[in-house]
């Protein structure tokens, strides 16, 4: 399932403790796809906590919690970590992550909390959400069989990496436009893993991330840019990350495109994605501006000369997706429109 959608499932997940109906929810996906940043996008749109159990580092007592004698019984402390009304707040989500990659004594402890939402004498409060995240068993991470009783506990949905998804995620973020338009350039290395060769470095939302952060520390270092990309997203797509970087000096004059200039579309490919990458940030800046129609009217005409309309449709898309219906008020768009009216695609 997409990101955009599993977000939708996540949050009436969480809606749903209000009214009783919740289900704990189970994310499957390789490393590095976002499971665990979905489930704190959730927790910040709803401001509450979360509590974040890595199930593969705990012994099975730190669940259950350590028995002690009370008179001539056994009672059992509950552990501090799991969710308390006074101490975290009435509502939130309880998150075990990495729950493929716990022992089975430790996944057996935990049945009746995901279940039943109490282990022994503790209850998780009324309106906290129950949600888990772990590997495939092809992905080549540390991961036990998922036992039956358990798996039937979860309603489970599969992670897809999606690049229209992770580019309004990047833009929301002020990811690197130029990491945007490589990926647009190259969308298969969004997520290229091959668990066959255990890779250390490789492409992965999350090392996108990583390798923006490294243009922003490297970017002035040109002999160390490579291989901090290298070192972020593999020896293969740092190289060509580098390579497209690089011939970004070709970029025509943004700020003449803005202003309403006669500006040549580059007759590269490579460098038409970082055009649009580039002017769908200027048009996310501008958005707030006083002049924010007129920029984005320009940029509508300047989508309007691309050779390939395609080219034209993404920049407009990608544009509605980062300011919303801004792009359809502004009078150049009922013209750009037009123009590509026979390769339009409605979602």
């Given at each position: 399932?997409?990101?955009?959608?599993?977000?939708?499932?996540?949050?009436?997940?969480?809606?749903?403790?209000?009214?009783?109906?919740?289900?704990?929810?189970?994310?499957?996906?390789?490393?590095?796809?976002?499971?665990?940043?979905?489930?704190?996008?959730?927790?910040?749109?709803?401001?509450?906590?979360?509590?974040?159990?890595?199930?593969?580092?705990?012994?099975?007592?730190?669940?259950?919690?350590?028995?002690?004698?009370?008179?001539?019984?056994?009672?059992?402390?509950?552990?501090?970590?799991?969710?308390?009304?006074?101490?975290?707040?009435?509502?939130?989500?309880?998150?075990?992550?990495?729950?493929?990659?716990?022992?089975?004594?430790?996944?057996?402890?935990?049945?009746?909390?995901?279940?039943?939402?109490?282990?022994?004498?503790?209850?998780?409060?009324?309106?906290?959400?129950?949600?888990?995240?772990?590997?495939?068993?092809?992905?080549?991470?540390?991961?036990?069989?998922?036992?039956?009783?358990?798996?039937?506990?979860?309603?489970?949905?599969?992670?897809?990496?999606?690049?229209?998804?992770?580019?309004?995620?990047?833009?929301?973020?002020?990811?690197?436009?130029?990491?945007?338009?490589?990926?647009?350039?190259?969308?298969?290395?969004?997520?290229?893993?091959?668990?066959?060769?255990?890779?250390?470095?490789?492409?992965?939302?999350?090392?996108?991330?990583?390798?923006?952060?490294?243009?922003?520390?490297?970017?002035?270092?040109?002999?160390?840019?490579?291989?901090?990309?290298?070192?972020?997203?593999?020896?293969?797509?740092?190289?060509?990350?580098?390579?497209?970087?690089?011939?970004?000096?070709?970029?025509?004059?943004?700020?003449?495109?803005?202003?309403?200039?006669?500006?040549?579309?580059?007759?590269?490919?490579?460098?038409?994605?970082?055009?649009?990458?580039?002017?769908?940030?200027?048009?996310?800046?501008?958005?707030?501006?006083?002049?924010?129609?007129?920029?984005?009217?320009?940029?509508?005409?300047?989508?309007?000369?691309?050779?390939?309309?395609?080219?034209?449709?993404?920049?407009?898309?990608?544009?509605?997706?980062?300011?919303?219906?801004?792009?359809?008020?502004?009078?150049?768009?009922?013209?750009?429109a037009q123009l590509v009216a026979d390769v339009m695609l409605f979602?």
């Amino acid at each position: 399932m997409r990101p955009v959608q599993l977000m939708t499932v996540l949050n009436l997940e969480y809606e749903s403790t209000r009214e009783g109906h919740h289900t704990p929810v189970m994310l499957w996906g390789p490393p590095g796809v976002g499971k665990s940043q979905m489930v704190a996008q959730v927790a910040r749109k709803h401001g509450v906590p979360v509590i974040d159990i890595r199930l593969s580092q705990m012994e099975p007592s730190d669940l259950r919690g350590i028995p002690f004698r009370s008179g001539n019984q056994v009672e059992w402390a509950v552990p501090a970590l799991l969710p308390d009304s006074t101490r975290h707040g009435p509502e939130g989500i309880l998150f075990l992550d990495e729950i493929t990659s716990a022992p089975p004594a430790v996944s057996a402890a935990a049945y009746q909390l995901i279940l039943d939402r109490r282990l022994g004498e503790y209850q998780v409060p009324e309106h906290w959400a129950i949600f888990a995240a772990g590997n495939r068993q092809g992905d080549r991470g540390v991961t036990y069989t998922m036992p039956a009783p358990l798996a039937n506990r979860f309603s489970h949905f599969e992670f897809e990496t999606n690049l229209d998804d992770w580019v309004g995620w990047a833009y929301r973020n002020g990811i690197d436009e130029r990491v945007i338009a490589f990926l647009r350039f190259r969308p298969e290395l969004l997520f290229d893993f091959d668990p066959a060769h255990n890779p250390v470095a490789f492409p992965s939302p999350r090392s996108w991330e990583f390798a923006h952060r490294g243009l922003r520390k490297f970017d002035r270092h040109p002999q160390l840019l490579q291989g901090a990309l290298q070192a972020c997203v593999g020896p293969a797509a740092g190289i060509e990350l580098n390579a497209f970087v690089n011939s970004l000096d070709q970029m025509p004059d943004l700020d003449a495109i803005i202003a309403g200039e006669e500006v040549a579309v580059p007759t590269e490919i490579d460098l038409q994605y970082a055009v649009a990458a580039a002017l769908v940030g200027r048009a996310i800046r501008a958005a707030e501006q006083h002049s924010g129609a007129a920029i984005i009217g320009n940029i509508l005409r300047y989508a309007g000369r691309f050779p390939q309309r395609e080219m034209g449709v993404m920049l407009v898309s990608d544009m509605h997706r980062a300011i919303g219906s801004a792009v359809f008020e502004v009078p150049e768009f009922a013209a750009w429109a037009q123009l590509v009216a026979d390769v339009m695609l409605f979602e």
